[in-house]
């Protein structure tokens, strides 16, 4: 099946580089990168198990998320979150580049893992990994999480399905996504994994967390956008 690559290219101060390449399935978007042979014990299902999570160790031994993270929390072991860095991301589309930190670049790389990776709580942004955003600013992913989340109701509409027009649905989404973050990083936190990687995860979550209170406030924010379409 053809596959869509991304790539992210962490540059230090020192000239090294960390460089982590993503395959996804381009029909589900589901990320398809090799997994190591040798998983730690910090990714078994069970393990900080998310408390809303629909999956069971009989089905799947291991947590999605975690088997996905090894790679990028081994890669980083003993860099500090706040080392300034260079990133470029290169998608088929463009090439993505921003001096930033290191927290911020891997929690990029975290939410695009986070939703590629098959965790059925994250599935639901996973639309938007085809048009990946790097180090998106507030006001860039309410932006596109609301229009992807309007997309789906259009699609249900079209298929007689009662739409979703006032976003509880999306609300309730990352609602779920907190806990799952929540859990997550307990599990590092427990594992004694990187600095660096528990950080971005804390990062990551702060969007989330603004996200289920303030989705109204936030959408009146950009509505100025449109007032060509909405001014009488």
């Given at each position: ?12 101060g ?52 975690a ?48 939703a ?14 085809r ?89 009146e ?12």
């Amino acid at each position: 099946m053809p596959r869509i690559p991304i790539r992210y290219c962490f540059t230090f101060g020192d000239g090294s580089q960390e460089i982590i390449n993503l395959k996804l399935d381009a029909q589900t978007l589901e990320l398809k990168n090799d997994l190591p042979e040798d998983l730690p014990a910090w990714t078994a299902l069970g393990f900080h198990q998310c408390p809303n999570c629909p999956i069971t160790t009989d089905t799947h031994p291991r947590c999605p998320l975690a088997v996905h993270l090894v790679n990028t929390v081994n890669r980083f072991r003993g860099k500090l979150s706040y080392h300034e860095i260079h990133l470029n991301v290169v998608t088929p589309e463009r090439i993505f580049s921003k001096p930033t930190t290191l927290q911020s670049a891997i929690s990029s790389l975290m939410g695009l893992i986070s939703a590629t990776c098959g965790c059925p709580l994250t599935a639901p942004l996973r639309p938007m990994a085809r048009f990946h955003l790097p180090l998106a600013s507030n006001e860039e992913t309410i932006y596109r999480v609301a229009s992807m989340y309007l997309m789906v109701q259009y699609f249900l509409r079209k298929k007689g399905k009662v739409p979703d027009q006032e976003l509880g649905g999306l609300i309730e989404i990352y609602k779920d996504i907190q806990v799952v973050n929540n859990s997550f990083m307990q599990r590092l936190r427990d594992a004694s994994q990187t600095e660096s990687t528990v950080d971005a995860m804390v990062l990551l979550d702060s969007y989330a967390q603004i996200m289920p209170e303030q989705i109204e406030d936030s959408l009146e924010s950009i509505a100025y956008l449109f007032d060509d379409f909405t001014q009488e």
